[in-house]
């Protein structure tokens, strides 16, 4: 199956990545993605750029030559409370909203406090996608995570450059996650995690940990625009009557 989704790609606002949102529009044409988010990471990133950015954005395009895009963040989780440095009225502006720990921002700590920090940025209700939560450096009680995400409607990604070109050493916690999701009747998505264009919508490592679970397909938001859209829906998202194109 080829998945045509995507939710989480860096532009060059994020000035360790390297692509534009056009160049983004032209590799997703000629890949034949139909939906992708940009999402640059939130302001307390060292060179993440300013809050401004995310205000912003309403001056995007959400569709290019019937391409979609969503309109969205990789916020941080700063604090074992859960909190995120985006707030308030502002996130509603956003399509999509992702959260994961960077050393930077929230250095690595004990099992106990990641995963109360996880659970609790879960149980705010302003995160929509936790990215990479098996990370090795950031271990976590597994199945109280996927439990929460599940209970409150958040999804759990796989991400595939974890396995390529950061993070290395996650393949064992990312099937256990997929494991849990999958037990718990919870939530996954695979984000690309793109710092170049050229990696917009490559998932090969994530569908192999997908596949050796033999996780529901229905379960995963990447299999259509409309899934990703209807979860976002569910999520308290108001999203722009544009993205109709996509349904059809």
Avoid at 34 to 63: C, E, Q, S, Y
Avoid at 113 to 129: K, P, Y
Avoid at 149 to 161: D, G, P, Y
Avoid at 165 to 187: E, F, H, M, P, Q
């Amino acid at each position: 199956m080829k998945f045509l989704v995507d939710t989480h790609a860096h532009t060059i606002a994020s000035t360790h990545a390297y692509s534009t949102v056009h160049d983004y529009f032209s590799i997703a044409k000629e890949k034949g993605i139909k939906l992708f988010a940009i999402t640059d990471h939130g302001p307390d990133m060292a060179d993440a750029p300013h809050f401004w950015h995310f205000v912003n954005m309403r001056v995007l395009p959400r569709i290019v030559d019937g391409i979609g895009m969503l309109r969205g963040i990789e916020a941080n989780i700063k604090n074992e409370e859960g909190d995120i440095d985006f707030f308030g009225d502002y996130l509603q502006q956003l399509d999509i909203v992702l959260a994961g720990f960077h050393e930077p921002v929230f250095p690595p700590s004990t099992k106990e406090l990641h995963t109360r920090a996880l659970i609790n940025c879960i149980e705010s209700g302003h995160v929509d996608i936790i990215t990479h939560p098996g990370n090795p450096a950031y271990p976590i009680d597994i199945n109280s995570v996927a439990k929460a995400a599940a209970k409150h409607n958040v999804a759990l990604e796989i991400n595939n450059s974890s396995f390529l070109t950061s993070r290395k050493g996650s393949l064992c916690n990312c099937t256990d996650i997929a494991n849990a999701v999958k037990d718990a009747g919870g939530l996954l998505v695979m984000g690309s995690d793109s710092h170049v264009a050229f990696s917009l919508g490559e998932f090969e490592k994530s569908i192999e940990v997908i596949e050796a679970v033999d996780f529901p397909i229905e379960r995963l938001l990447n299999r259509s625009p409309e899934a990703l859209l209807s979860f976002l829906s569910t999520r308290g998202h108001s999203l722009s009557d544009e993205y109709s194109i996509l349904m059809e």
